[in-house]
């Protein structure tokens, strides 16, 4: 399975997740877990990258 941001680089990545915990003016319940799901698949993602660059050295 693709990751969701396989074609972003690790900062790109970081600024899709501070953006989302930026944007406070989510209109309903439903809007606000939707962005926290994306938030949370974006972070994974980073933090896989960034422990395999670390274990790959």
Do not use: C, W
């Amino acid at each position: 399975m693709p990751k969701l941001t396989s074609g972003l680089t690790q900062k790109e990545r970081l600024k899709v997740i501070q953006s989302i915990d930026m944007i406070k003016s989510a209109q309903n319940a439903h809007e606000r877990q939707v962005l926290l799901r994306y938030r949370n698949m974006v972070a994974r993602e980073f933090h896989d990258a960034q422990s395999s660059a670390t274990i790959s050295g």
